[in-house]
């Protein structure tokens, strides 16, 4: 199966829609935990660094001479990159809020670290614990060459310090979405990962990002069972110099007991579309040339351009702050967004393309991000593609969209008062073709860590946020007249809402 095969399989379409109810007495666990297993609490996450959301997404610099990450400061990484920021009582129950957004708050991704040197923490393989704050500790021995076979990185002088894995559990998203789900949880892995890069960038570390998981390796060294948890991206921090470390011998697979921690809730209803997608994408595309500007593939071409322009004043809050505050906020009024914020906004999009990606391909030519403005000082409203490589937005053509993209996204008519929708698009037959079906796996991680991108330069500019990814698929390519290869991803929104009282 092919990225563009499952995604017209997995289509909305208004006239053929199937009965969407969940069963609420099956709902999934959102917390995986491993009774019994070595646990390690975090000392509290405390100096969160102090830098705006636009150096956070810039690209990364030389680690500083002599900086070792530490157990207080990876309590401090993890927290910013996936913790728990929040809490709301509704009834009975309680509901906890994350630095990252998750589709229907489901969250499906799981973290795991490969610590080589941790100062305060032992080497080995960790699993961390979201509600309990902690680490659980799954494998004791040095495991830097395994984690960096994962990647293909194991003929590296230099091993790496830490690896982050980021993994996602298919049933906690399929419970409510069905086959479509394998969309979700890639773009709720991208929203991850871009808290992850941005903090480790405010931390002063440099990191390299991997995509193309080798997922037999993965799964071996995660305890993962392939078919309830998938692994979809690796962040490595580059070590001192020393080499990876050679195992004495074959990495030993973990009992069964680990492996069952990856089942949700009793009963777990397999879909074939999303197994067979990642059957086809387990396979790593052959070496080739690298995709061109996305944009330029999707039969829109802008008849004028304009310059990104950096405002003169700094964000009202910095990193730190603005990951505490981020919460999906759709409560959108109309009224002006001033014409530097909007310049604020997608200067930091443009810093966060701009993240060196030193591994091939580069995953950010696999999405284009469009714009329809509606209410922005000095931008007439209508459909614009942004080339933030070279610091441009260009006008494809003028008109209000928003109402007709509301009823476009599950006729959902909050959209409509937004100051800003962007769009993050691809072509799905170019992906495949140069890619193959791992194609698709780059442009929903990359659409889901724009879209973060975007989350969090509204909240440091007090503006609302909300992602859509349930829209009728058709009706949104033809309204941006996309062509017969391309598809609309993702939507968010972004503009002036609601005062809160």
């Given at each position: 199966?092919t990225?563009k095969?499952y995604?017209q399989i997995?289509?909305y379409?208004?006239h053929?829609?199937?009965?969407?109810?969940?069963?609420?007495k099956?709902?999934?666990?959102?917390?995986?935990?491993?009774p019994?297993?070595?646990?390690?609490?975090?000392?509290r996450p405390?100096n969160l660094?102090?830098?705006s959301v636009?150096?956070?997404?810039?690209?990364?610099?030389?680690?500083?001479?002599g900086?070792?990450v530490t157990?207080?400061?990876?309590?401090?990484?993890?927290?910013?990159?996936y913790?728990?920021?929040g809490?709301?009582?509704?009834g009975?129950?309680?509901?906890?809020?994350?630095?990252?957004p998750?589709a229907g708050?489901?969250?499906?991704?799981?973290?795991y670290?490969a610590?080589g040197?941790?100062?305060?923490?032992?080497?080995?393989?960790?699993?961390?614990?979201?509600?309990?704050?902690?680490l659980?500790r799954?494998?004791?021995?040095?495991?830097?060459?395994?984690?960096d076979?994962?990647?293909?990185a194991?003929?590296e002088?230099a091993g790496?310090e830490?690896s982050?894995?980021?993994t996602g559990?298919?049933f906690?998203s399929?419970?409510?979405?069905?086959?479509?789900?394998?969309r979700?949880?890639?773009?709720d892995?991208?929203?991850v990962l871009?808290n992850?890069?941005?903090?480790?960038?405010?931390?002063g570390?440099?990191?390299?990002?991997?995509?193309?998981?080798?997922?037999?390796?993965s799964?071996?060294l995660l305890?993962?069972?392939?078919?309830?948890?998938?692994?979809?991206?690796?962040?490595?921090?580059?070590g001192s110099?020393?080499?990876?470390?050679?195992?004495a011998a074959?990495?030993s697979?973990?009992?069964?007991?680990?492996?069952?921690?990856?089942k949700?809730?009793e009963?777990?209803?397999?879909?074939d579309?999303?197994?067979q997608?990642?059957?086809?994408?387990?396979?790593?595309?052959e070496?080739g040339?690298s995709?061109?500007p996305?944009?330029?593939r999707?039969e829109v071409t802008?008849d004028?351009?304009?310059?990104?322009?950096?405002?003169?004043?700094p964000?009202?809050?910095?990193?730190?702050?603005?990951?505490v505050?981020?919460r999906s906020r759709?409560?959108f009024v109309?009224?002006?967004?001033?014409?530097?914020?909007f310049?604020?906004?997608?200067?930091i999009l443009?810093?966060h393309s701009k993240?060196?990606?030193?591994?091939?391909?580069?995953?950010?030519?696999?999405?284009?991000?469009?714009l329809?403005?509606?209410?922005?000082a000095?931008?007439?409203?209508?459909?614009?593609?942004?080339d933030?490589?070279?610091?441009?937005f260009?006008?494809?053509?003028?008109?209000?969209f928003?109402?007709a993209?509301a009823?476009?996204?599950?006729d959902?008519?909050?959209?409509?008062?937004a100051a800003?929708?962007?769009?993050?698009m691809?072509d799905l037959g170019?992906?495949n073709?140069?890619?193959?079906?791992r194609?698709y796996?780059?442009a929903?991680?990359?659409?889901g860590?724009?879209g973060?991108a975007?989350?969090l330069?509204?909240?440091?500019?007090?503006?609302?946020?909300?992602g859509?990814?349930a829209?009728?698929d058709?009706?949104a390519?033809?309204l941006?007249?996309?062509?017969?290869?391309?598809?609309l991803?993702?939507?968010?929104?972004?503009?002036p809402?609601?005062?809160?009282f």
């Amino acid at each position: 199966m092919t990225g563009k095969t499952y995604h017209q399989i997995t289509s909305y379409d208004r006239h053929r829609m199937k009965n969407h109810a969940v069963d609420w007495k099956n709902q999934p666990a959102i917390h995986k935990v491993y009774p019994g297993m070595d646990y390690r609490y975090l000392p509290r996450p405390e100096n969160l660094p102090q830098v705006s959301v636009r150096d956070a997404a810039s690209p990364f610099e030389q680690k500083p001479e002599g900086y070792q990450v530490t157990i207080e400061r990876l309590s401090v990484i993890l927290a910013l990159a996936y913790g728990i920021t929040g809490r709301v009582q509704a009834g009975k129950k309680e509901y906890f809020f994350r630095s990252a957004p998750s589709a229907g708050g489901l969250y499906p991704v799981e973290v795991y670290l490969a610590a080589g040197n941790v100062s305060g923490l032992p080497p080995g393989l960790y699993h961390y614990d979201v509600a309990g704050l902690g680490l659980c500790r799954l494998r004791s021995e040095n495991i830097m060459y395994d984690a960096d076979r994962c990647i293909g990185a194991a003929t590296e002088a230099a091993g790496p310090e830490l690896s982050f894995f980021l993994t996602g559990i298919t049933f906690r998203s399929a419970w409510k979405y069905k086959a479509r789900a394998f969309r979700y949880i890639l773009m709720d892995t991208g929203h991850v990962l871009e808290n992850l890069l941005m903090t480790l960038r405010a931390e002063g570390l440099s990191a390299t990002v991997h995509y193309d998981i080798d997922r037999e390796a993965s799964d071996l060294l995660l305890g993962c069972d392939p078919k309830r948890e998938i692994c979809f991206a690796c962040v490595r921090i580059s070590g001192s110099g020393a080499p990876s470390s050679t195992p004495a011998a074959p990495l030993s697979p973990l009992p069964q007991n680990i492996l069952d921690a990856g089942k949700v809730c009793e009963k777990e209803e397999v879909f074939d579309e999303i197994e067979q997608i990642t059957l086809a994408a387990s396979r790593l595309p052959e070496p080739g040339t690298s995709p061109p500007p996305m944009w330029k593939r999707l039969e829109v071409t802008p008849d004028s351009w304009q310059s990104i322009e950096p405002p003169s004043s700094p964000a009202l809050s910095d990193f730190s702050i603005t990951i505490v505050r981020r919460r999906s906020r759709r409560n959108f009024v109309q009224k002006e967004l001033p014409g530097a914020t909007f310049n604020g906004i997608l200067d930091i999009l443009s810093n966060h393309s701009k993240r060196e990606q030193p591994v091939r391909p580069p995953y950010g030519a696999c999405v284009s991000t469009g714009l329809l403005v509606q209410n922005v000082a000095g931008i007439s409203p209508g459909f614009y593609i942004c080339d933030f490589q070279n610091n441009l937005f260009g006008k494809v053509r003028e008109g209000l969209f928003n109402d007709a993209m509301a009823t476009a996204c599950l006729d959902q008519q909050w959209l409509q008062n937004a100051a800003l929708h962007f769009c993050f698009m691809t072509d799905l037959g170019q992906l495949n073709e140069i890619c193959g079906p791992r194609g698709y796996q780059y442009a929903l991680l990359e659409a889901g860590r724009l879209g973060e991108a975007v989350y969090l330069a509204a909240t440091t500019f007090g503006l609302g946020c909300c992602g859509v990814g349930a829209l009728y698929d058709g009706e949104a390519k033809g309204l941006l007249s996309l062509g017969p290869d391309s598809a609309l991803l993702y939507l968010v929104a972004a503009g002036p809402i609601k005062a809160d009282f």
